[in-house]
């Protein structure tokens, strides 16, 4: 019995065994301890408090030795070095095979969180952790007394069996597998064996091999399989055979196309080597053949080169002819065959439709001239038939070693138009435009000059329209607005008056840039006045696209630039031009001058021209000008302009110069008194021949009129 009044549970230091039930104020165990009475012997207590009334009257407790309360514990055993161990609820040791009564769990070496056996038990999953290198499992459980039972088996023993299970499951089931791939494989080898033979064949097949043999006619699934294989494989045979025949034929005649050509052409020129032949190439264009198709329809001019087709082929067959494209044919033959076969053709299309046939124009490439490709070769002897295309009669051109030349030049002038460019092999030249008034310079023209440093001096008219049909012009015309815009920057610098400058430009020129906007960029880049530049454009050029060359031309004159129509009068249609797009002058064709004397009446179709332009409100210049009589005339009909060798013929910048330096110059006019003497031009000294009566009506005396002169008054 105790009396608690006297007990003060937080008297740590003095705190008895009956102590804890009390703190507690419930059932509890203390220990393990070693009282001093019991020797080396561990014991555990369990101790009750006891109330009466709800006061603390004593506490009632038993001592019970570890050994009695590890005995059902240190018994047990699981696997073979399996075992169950006792902690209390501290964590102190009360029974463990490798630990000492009352020792913590902590000495143990344990991989393994010790927050987890602070819960009250393992749950229904394992806790795997090494202990002193061991892989081992373990589970535990809180007894009612706060105690914990620990049951802990290595992997290897807890797994021993499940190996041996499975040990003998592998085994046994290999034996299993190898025994029924056997009777499979027996099988299948009799089974499959069609099957690896349709495997094969569809192989082959996907290779776009149509021989391949499919020959197995079971009654089973492969069989029908076999028989779906070998519809297929006919089916495509013939659809594959149809492709090839629509790619190498010609859809309207019949005949082999360009692709099929070029390989049958080669293994025909091959043969006639072989046999010591002579092969040529022709090539074939049927004359007027769009004139045809507009006047009697695009169904009439099919039949009539499907004719044509069939008189080709009764010469030449098949297999040495294809339509090339449109109405023009190829063929490869023996050289000696030409004499007769040609004329044969000509008079077997020559009444072909009624007579309404056209004329044909043949090209002829002979192998020995050089040994080319196929397509080479084709190419020369278009080239030998479109050097007469101003005939319309039917005949034969033979290419030669002149026409060799020139192709060769042509892919000179392409293949070097860069260097020829960033070298300054072309050079601008630029030749002066005369006011008719006053004899002064009021305009130049800049003119391309190509010095090659190996071919020497290339005219013009020899690049300028091969530049022109490769799409490369652009290049050179923009090499010239810059060369031009670096002129006027130094005209500036040299004291002399800039007067506009003129630059030509091509219909390729549209094609390849947008022009229009590419001379804008550049003449305000370098700070020129637009007025200062003039576009000429050919008569040519506007015929052959006259929609979109009329917008051009209004683009350049919203912009502020002049345009003039170069070549006027060269054409059959320049009048026409005239009434939908305003030129700011015309510039006529230099055949006018060539032609200047010849008959009065050359004289006055060139005076009614000024005088229709003047009306127009355009002024006019004439190219070729060389004489004086030429230059008095065309300044009494009111042609404001002038250009041609009288004055000058076109020269470098640096001629220019020194001219001026040695005193040989013309003289640049105002650009201030251009409009002025503008005026003055325009007035047709022969306007008064009209008063001239002729008694037979012809204007024989047109120029024969009263006198006229024009006289300026300055100031009084």
């Not at 080898?189 to 082959?204: D, E, F, G, I, K």
């Not at 519809?231 to 309207?252: P, V």
């Not at 055949?591 to 004289?603: A, D, L, P, Q, V």
Request: hydrophobic fraction near 40%; glycine fraction near 6%.
């Amino acid at each position: 019995p105790l009396d608690p009044r006297t007990l003060d549970p937080d008297d740590l230091a003095h705190s008895a065994w009956y102590y804890t039930p009390i703190a507690r104020g419930r059932p509890s165990w203390v220990g393990p301890y070693m009282p001093q009475y019991a020797g080396d012997v561990w014991y555990c207590s369990y101790l009750v408090p006891i109330y009466s009334a709800g006061a603390l009257i004593g506490v009632m407790g038993m001592d019970i030795p570890v050994e009695t309360l590890a005995a059902p514990v240190s018994s047990t055993r699981v696997y073979d070095t399996g075992f169950a161990s006792l902690f209390d609820a501290e964590g102190n040791t009360i029974y463990h095979p490798l630990l000492e009564t009352g020792a913590s769990v902590d000495l143990l070496d344990l991989t393994l969180d010790s927050a987890l056996l602070q819960q009250a038990d393992s749950g229904s999953e394992v806790i795997r952790y090494v202990a002193n290198g061991e892989r081992r499992q373990m589970s535990f459980s809180t007894m009612s007394n706060g105690m914990k039972v620990v049951v802990t088996a290595p992997v290897r023993e807890i797994n021993a069996s499940w190996l041996r299970l499975a040990n003998v499951i592998v085994f046994g089931s290999a034996a299993i597998i190898i025994i029924y791939l056997l009777l499979i494989t027996l099988v299948m080898h009799y089974v499959t064996q069609p099957l690896l033979r349709l495997t094969a064949a569809s192989r082959r097949l996907a290779a776009a091999d149509y021989d391949v043999v499919l020959d197995y006619n079971g009654l089973d699934e492969v069989g029908e399989l076999t028989v779906s294989f070998r519809q297929m494989r006919d089916k495509l045979k013939h659809y594959i055979d149809d492709l090839n025949r629509r790619i190498d034929t010609d859809e309207l005649t019949g005949l082999p196309n360009m692709r099929c050509f070029f390989r049958l052409a080669e293994a025909e020129r091959e043969r006639l080597l072989a046999e010591g032949k002579h092969p040529v190439f022709l090539y074939f264009d049927v004359i007027g053949m769009k004139y045809y198709n507009r006047q009697y329809g695009f169904e009439a001019g099919d039949r009539l080169l499907c004719s044509m087709a069939h008189v080709l082929a009764e010469q030449y067959g098949t297999q040495r002819l294809c339509r090339f494209s449109e109405d023009h044919f190829a063929a490869v033959v023996d050289d000696a065959e030409l004499a007769e076969s040609i004329p044969a053709v000509f008079r077997g299309c020559k009444d072909l439709s009624g007579g309404n046939s056209l004329p044909i124009r043949v090209g002829i490439y002979p192998d020995e001239t050089e040994r080319v490709s196929v397509s080479v070769a084709c190419d020369r002897a278009k080239y030998a038939c479109d050097k007469n295309r101003g005939s319309y009669v039917s005949a034969s051109y033979r290419f030669d070693s002149a026409m060799l030349k020139q192709i060769e030049d042509v892919q000179y002038i392409i293949n070097h138009l860069d260097q020829a460019l960033a070298e300054h092999w072309i050079t601008v030249y630029y030749q002066p435009i005369i006011r008719a008034v006053n004899g002064r310079v009021c305009d130049e023209e800049a003119l391309s000059r190509w010095i090659d440093p190996t071919r020497g001096f290339l005219s013009p008219g020899d690049f300028i329209p091969i530049l022109e049909r490769a799409h490369l012009i652009y290049k050179l015309d923009l090499y010239v607005l810059e060369e031009i815009l670096k002129k006027m920057k130094q005209h500036s610098e040299h004291g002399l008056q800039v007067v506009p400058h003129s630059l030509n430009i091509s219909r390729a020129d549209f094609d390849s840039c947008d022009i229009v906007a590419e001379i804008c960029r550049r003449v305000d880049a370098a700070g020129i006045a637009r007025d200062r530049l003039t576009v000429e454009i050919t008569e040519s050029t506007v015929g052959s696209d006259f929609s979109f060359i009329k917008e051009q031309v209004q683009r350049l004159q919203a912009l502020g630039f002049r345009v003039w129509m170069d070549d006027f009068g060269s054409g059959y249609s320049s009048l026409d031009m005239l009434q939908d797009i305003h030129f700011d002058l015309l510039k006529f064709d230099m055949r006018f001058m060539h032609r200047f004397g010849e008959t009065e009446s050359n004289k006055i179709i060139l005076t009614e021209l000024v005088r229709m332009a003047i009306a127009l409100g355009i002024e006019t210049v004439c190219e070729g000008v060389e004489t004086k009589e030429q230059v008095d005339f065309l300044r009494e009909v009111g042609c404001t302009k002038l250009q041609g060798f009288y004055y000058c013929k076109p020269i470098p910048f640096g001629t220019i110069l020194k001219r001026y330096r040695d005193g040989t110059r013309i003289g640049f006019e105002n650009p201030h008194e251009s409009d002025y003497l503008s005026t003055i031009g325009r007035a047709n000294l022969f306007a008064l021949a009209i008063l001239s009566d002729s008694p037979s009506g012809e204007h024989h005396d047109y120029y024969d009129t009263l006198p006229v002169g024009i006289m300026e008054v300055s100031a009084d």
